[in-house]
């Protein structure tokens, strides 16, 4: 089955560490996205990557990294300078073949808490 | 004034009731709409887009977006206790190739059986 996956579920992580979140589409979709949803906040843009080997600065990209070295996957770091790194991560994932609409695909997430 | 407004509820409702979701924009550039649907815990689904003005059907589901006023709604008849979920909107240009979604803040909605 097509689909985006992402781990691990929920991670915990202590204060001052850096931590990685996994994102693997087997969709061969062209772009992808990371996201953070804070509760009442809706979701907030990141970073996102519309080729391999190249990425954008989303609304929100201080304090995370991301690399894009294949197309089916999208790392997420996020690193001790993130100050409140506590929230619902999401990736997601959209087709750029030449047509009038390209769904947006979601992973389902992981939860990050940091103790 | 945030690009994508969005009454955050909550709202609760009978089963068999007809919800009525909202959101305002600001961005007259916005010629996409979407409404996802996100269960607890989970990944948003798409769950209707429009394209422009007009209104779109399917099923229970009725999507409207009125560009005059930048405005757009969903609407579920005969409301269900499996309806129950956040309701997120989203909207994007038409133009570009990075297909970056604009979200609102979402609409948690609870049908009471």
């Known amino acids: 089955d097509g689909g985006i996956t992402q781990s691990p579920k929920y991670l915990f992580r202590k204060e001052g560490q850096n931590v990685t979140l996994s994102c693997e589409q087997n969709l061969n979709h062209d772009a992808m996205y990371w996201y953070r949803q804070d509760p009442g906040q809706g979701l907030r843009l990141i970073y996102y990557s519309q080729i391999v080997n190249d990425f954008q600065k989303g609304d929100i990209a201080e304090g995370y990294s991301v690399s894009r070295e294949k197309k089916e996957s999208f790392p997420l770091t996020v690193t001790s300078a993130q100050k409140n790194p506590t929230a619902f991560y999401l990736c997601a994932s959209t087709g750029t073949a030449d047509s009038s609409y390209n769904e947006q695909f979601f992973g389902p997430g992981t939860r990050l808490t940091v103790l | 004034q945030k690009e994508v407004e969005q009454d955050p509820g909550p709202l609760s409702v009978p089963e068999g009731a007809i919800v009525s979701l909202n959101c305002t924009y600001s961005?007259?550039?916005?010629?996409?709409f979407m409404w996802y649907r996100q269960y607890s815990r989970k990944g948003p689904e798409l769950l209707m887009y429009t394209y422009s003005s007009g209104n779109k059907e399917d099923g229970r589901f009725t999507a409207q977006v009125d560009k005059s006023s930048k405005y757009i709604s969903l609407f579920i008849r005969d409301s269900q206790p499996s309806d129950s979920a956040t309701y997120l909107c989203?909207?994007?240009?038409?133009?570009?190739?990075?297909?970056?979604?604009?979200f609102g803040k979402g609409t948690l909605l609870t049908v009471n059986p």
């Open positions: 989203a909207m994007r240009n038409s133009g570009g190739s990075n297909y970056k979604l604009t």
């Open positions: 961005n007259s550039a916005f010629q996409y």
